[in-house]
């Protein structure tokens, strides 16, 4: 089981920092990734990070203002967003992959959690 958490309300320019916990089984073998989905919208892909965190990949979206990273022996996945803007609103979920490299396509990620509600007011 996959647990985000973190989300809150920001100012456009602020940062926040969501957390995605594992339980039941630990996801140290798998590549894990954030997505996203504004109202209205398909959910997206936000980045994604190998099982030792070593390699990343980012949406061009948000490439320069976002730094996931991973602490396997917490069992936990970590986001970074900062210079926040509105369009950045958006429920975010975290998903362990099939394999164990970074990875932008739904179809890779076989575990997914409840996502967390992030707002940017402008």
């Known amino acids: 089981q996959l647990q985000a958490s973190g989300g809150g309300l920001v100012q456009a320019g602020g940062s926040l920092r969501l957390s995605c916990a594992a339980s039941?089984?630990?996801?140290?073998?798998?590549?894990m990734g954030w997505f996203r989905q504004a109202p209205g919208k398909e959910r997206e892909f936000v980045a994604s990070i190998s099982w030792r965190g070593g390699s990343t990949l980012y949406a061009d979206s948000v490439k320069g203002r976002v730094t996931i990273s991973r602490d396997n022996s917490k069992n936990t996945l970590y986001v970074q967003m900062n210079s926040l803007k509105p369009e950045d609103t958006a429920v975010y979920y975290c998903?362990?992959?099939?394999?164990?490299?970074?990875?932008?396509?739904?179809?890779?990620?076989?575990?997914w959690g409840q996502g967390t509600l992030v707002t940017v007011s402008s």
């Open positions: 998903a362990a992959a099939r394999g164990a490299w970074p990875a932008a396509a739904m179809s890779q990620y076989a575990y």
């Open positions: 039941g089984r630990t996801f140290g073998n798998n590549g």
